[in-house]
T-cell receptor
Framework: GAGVSQSPSNKVTEKGKDVELRCDPI?????LYWYRQSLGQGLEFLIY????????KSGLPSDRFSAERTGGSVSTLTIQRTQQEDSAVYLC?????????????FGPGTRLTVT | AQSVTQLDSQVPVFEEAPVELRCNYS??????LFWYVQYPNQGLQLLLK??????LVKGINGFEAEFNKSQTSFHLRKPSVHISDTAEYFC??????????????????FGTGTQLKVEL
């Protein structure tokens, strides 16, 4: 079966532009997570969805970051007015249900470069 | 708050030699511990996890880890490594309290990673 997919795989954008990153979770997975992997900060949690709602947005670094999930499936992470410090690999993961006992399956990530 | 420390940023080892990647955690609540592997240009893959029960956990690709509560450690070991084990390894923790506070989500806190380089 298909795993978690993310698009685009690479994105280069100019400082100040908005970007949208997409995540397609494994079909039937109700929980979806976004993480960011950067040289300075390592791997950090951004936001978690259960269905279409986001009970935990505590990792979003600023109000320039937002995310939504529609139909309990696809999720988009939007970064407005990008800054150079936003350059990182953005990883998406999904699990069958929320909670510790359910493995998170990770996508290959979107590498974002802000010039 | 929870945190994970991986003291070794890089570990070089010869093929067929044993290896140990160290992981220490801090948490004020019960923890659940994970090791993930990331091959170049790929996403993270779960190697093994400790949730409860036996403190010795066996995972995929011949890896195992031991949960040591008194030393707050969860070191990863393999008795004989292969070239294909070259990758970055991440230790992660989630906590029951965190799950309650985050609406049931399993938010993972990761260490900074250890690059394992297997040489011939």
């Amino acid at each position: 079966g298909a795993g978690v997919s993310q698009s685009p795989s690479n994105k280069v954008t100019e400082k100040g532009k908005d970007v949208e990153l997409r995540c397609d979770p494994i079909s039937g997975h109700t929980a979806l997570y976004w993480y960011r992997q950067s040289l300075g900060q390592g791997l950090e949690f951004l936001i978690y969805f259960q269905g279409n709602s986001a009970p935990d947005k505590s990792g979003l670094p600023s109000d320039r970051f937002s995310a939504e999930r529609t139909g309990g499936s696809v999720s988009t992470l939007t970064i407005q007015r990008t800054q150079q410090e936003d350059s990182a690999v953005y990883l998406c993961a999904s699990s069958l249900e929320a909670g510790t006992y359910y493995e998170q399956y990770f996508g290959p990530g979107t590498r974002l470069t802000v010039t | 708050a929870q945190s994970v420390t991986q003291l070794d940023s890089q570990v070089p080892v010869f093929e067929e030699a044993p290896v140990e990647l160290r992981c220490n955690y801090s948490s004020s609540v019960s923890v659940y511990l994970f090791w993930y592997v990331q091959y170049p240009n790929q996403g993270l893959q779960l190697l093994l996890k400790y949730l409860s029960g036996s403190t010795l956990v066996k995972g995929i690709n011949g890896f195992e880890a031991e949960f040591n509560k008194s030393q707050t450690s969860f070191h990863l070991r393999k008795p004989s490594v292969h070239i294909s084990d070259t990758a970055e390894y991440f230790c992660a923790v989630s906590g029951e309290q965190g799950s309650i506070l985050t609406g049931g989500g399993n938010k993972l806190t990761f260490g900074t990673g250890t690059q394992l380089k297997v040489e011939l």
